[in-house]
């Protein structure tokens, strides 16, 4: 058993971002979570998010993406120590590195207390206080909003920040993550709660046994989601054939009706199709995968994986225009965030799949505990 101490003077870690805009933009993908579990390590912050076992999000801020990135590994004191020393005739224990710059912080905050911070001189808390107005605020808004003194106190366009300067510190174990933004000599201070880790969870991707993988432009992904949605399904079925059409097939099946949308095979609507050699046919709830929706709204691309287990993923490459989000060395201006879902039993598709997605759950989870480990670098490769 060992024990975490702050083995440095000053935070484990500390990050600088010069644009708190795309860093919101990045974890509002994942935004219909309460809490985010925060993964620090050497080469960046991964955030992880998941619904009832079934769905799982994460979203991982690459360390080029700041222009400052410190990280300490806290130091590990081996509680057993004492009763080794008595012994010293004894075999020696395997000496520990204090400071493994390999060795993983893990907590867990508030996600939509994040996001209120990060949001905080941002357009887009106004945009949404304008469009939670009434009709005749609004007119008057509009009426106004050419003249500076419409403008509110924090309004970004007084304080000349359309991105302001962000500041992310953590002490160690227990204390609170500390987030500054400064801007036209405002300076905001925020201390979010951390709370104890949930023990580590994931969803397991068969990666060397897939039986489709479909790189398209995100938009389309996007139009086809909004387009179902309109029959208010509760179910998203998705069917891929290699060699017979429909090719790819989304479908979704609710109380106003069912309806179909049909990819055609040009290598201009799908980047890459890659199908097992008979059809496919998974299905999902759709309510989940619309909780994607964002994502798919900002990202250039999705790469949409099937395992032979039916495990479905989405993983969305979204480019920033002005070189990545801090403007640090090597940033590329390029992130990836990543969906996973359990699919509906087959034998039982024809339910409505709360107890359905619980047994699937059961089967992958156990899987989980062999390949959950090596799941969580997936983001920083480049796999679109």
Not at 58 to 85: C, E, G, H, I, M
Not at 114 to 141: P, V
Not at 183 to 188: H, I, K, S
């Amino acid at each position: 058993m060992s024990q975490i101490l702050h083995g440095h003077d000053g935070p484990i870690f500390t990050a600088v971002s010069s644009s708190t805009r795309q860093l919101f933009l990045l974890l509002r993908c994942v935004g219909f979570a309460k809490k985010a579990q925060v993964q620090i390590t050497e080469e960046g912050l991964r955030f992880t998010v998941e619904e009832s076992r079934v769905m799982q999000g994460l979203v991982f801020l690459d360390k080029a993406l700041f222009t400052t990135y410190v990280y300490r590994a806290p130091r590990a004191q081996n509680s057993s120590s004492s009763s080794t020393n008595a012994n010293p005739s004894g075999p020696e224990p395997p000496e520990e590195d204090p400071d493994d710059p390999h060795a993983p912080v893990v907590f867990q905050i508030s996600l939509p207390a994040l996001l209120e911070i990060l949001q905080i001189f941002s357009t887009e808390s106004t945009s949404n206080n304008r469009s939670s107005s009434s009709s005749h605020n609004d007119l008057y808004y509009t009426s106004t909003s050419s003249f500076s003194g419409a403008h509110r106190a924090f309004d970004p366009r007084v304080l000349g920040m359309a991105a302001g300067v962000c500041r992310l510190t953590y002490a160690g174990a227990g204390d609170a993550f500390n987030i500054v933004l400064d801007g036209a000599g405002v300076t905001t201070t925020c201390e979010l709660v951390t709370y104890e880790p949930e023990p580590p969870h994931e969803i397991p991707l068969q990666r060397d046994k897939l039986a489709q993988k479909i790189i398209m432009r995100a938009a389309w992904l996007h139009d086809a989601i909004t387009e179902l949605a309109s029959t208010n399904p509760t179910r998203l079925t998705i069917s891929a054939s290699p060699s017979t059409p429909p090719y790819l097939a989304l479908s979704a099946t609710g109380a106003l009706g069912s309806a179909t949308v049909e990819f055609s095979r040009d290598p201009m609507l799908l980047e890459t199709f890659q199908v097992a050699a008979q059809r496919t046919v998974n299905a999902y709830k759709f309510a989940l995968v619309r909780n994607a929706v964002k994502a798919m709204a900002l990202a250039s691309k999705v790469s949409m994986r099937v395992d032979e287990q039916g495990v479905l993923s989405l993983q969305f490459m979204i480019e920033f225009g002005d070189g990545g989000a801090g403007g640090g060395a090597g940033a590329g201006g390029v992130s990836f965030v990543d969906f996973r879902f359990v699919p509906f039993i087959p034998e039982e598709g024809d339910g409505e799949g709360g107890e359905e997605e619980e047994e699937v759950e059961g089967e992958e989870e156990e899987e989980g505990e062999e390949e959950g480990e090596g799941e969580g670098d997936e983001l920083g490769e480049e796999e679109i």
